[in-house]
């Protein structure tokens, strides 16, 4: 399959573009030097230069609470974005993939949040993030929108990355006890990714790893035990008492009331997912990822 794939320098574009490589599929990666995905005509330009048959948009300003001071930048990198490769997606027949996020719930519900759920997100970037969802919809029918949360893998910056690294610089490092998510391996969301790429079938996907999700800290109690690092420079603290700019759900596990009837096997579990990273940045394993069109 010929795959245009935006976002490639971060966490999950890095993940999908080395997935679809080994796939065997051609794939053209760009990354936010070679492609601003809020310039439209530099994206109708690439897109139709290139003329994939799908377009996976892993590209987003996920600095959630530097989103909550620059609405317009927020709005600009995740909903006119996502609307403009939705269009040119259109324009050119192909398939369009968009991620989206947890976070475009509240948090109030007890147990997981499904596709029968309303949104209603919190924060400036929850808000941008869910007008992604819809302007690319409305844009094109052909639209996969990938809802996933609490990623974790090699490359780019999150959560657990942040924590271990500090916990092994000898740093204090905090998790939350009482916020609950459902982790989500990079490598197992490419796999997924491109799997719904196959399948071409226009809607909704939750998608993360398998398991009953976790709390911030067990996550990391868990990463920290598997790394090696002493666990008891991690801090474990209360949702309230950490006071950010953004609003974030309390509670944001998904579950896919789609994957299952269509066929997809669940993903391995998180704690699985865990093992496999702690391994791959033990042996320093690190693979160079092609850029440009
Ligand atoms: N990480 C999570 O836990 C999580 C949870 C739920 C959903 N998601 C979603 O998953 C997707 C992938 O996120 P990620 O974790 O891979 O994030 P990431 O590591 O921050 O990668 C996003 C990439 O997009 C680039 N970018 C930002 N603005 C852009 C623009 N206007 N045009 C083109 N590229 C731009 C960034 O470049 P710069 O670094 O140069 O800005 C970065 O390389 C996003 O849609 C995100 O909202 C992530």
Redesign the pocket.
Known sequence: MKIFI?????????ALVEHCAENGDEVVA????S?????RNRVDELVSKVSPQAVI???????VDGCESDVV?SD???AL?PENLARASRNVGALFI??????VFDGVKEGFYTQRDNPNPLSV?AKS?LA?ERRSQLQHARTIVV???????V?????LSTIVERVRRGERAKAISDAWGTP?Y?DDLAFRLRELAGLDLPGVFHVVSSGDGASYSAFAQEAMKLAGCDESNLEVVSFDSLTRPAPRPRNSRLRCLLSEPLGLKPLPSWQDGLERFVERISQKHTKKSQFGV
């Open positions: 935006t976002g490639a320098g971060g966490l999950v574009g890095r760009c990354d936010r030097a492609l601003d995905i809020s310039d948009n892993c590209a987003a300003w996920t600095d930048r600009a990198a995740n974005g968009t991620i989206s996020t947890d976070y970037y993030k992604g809802r996933t949360g609490f990623i974790f893998g490359g780019g910056k999150n959560f989500t990079a």
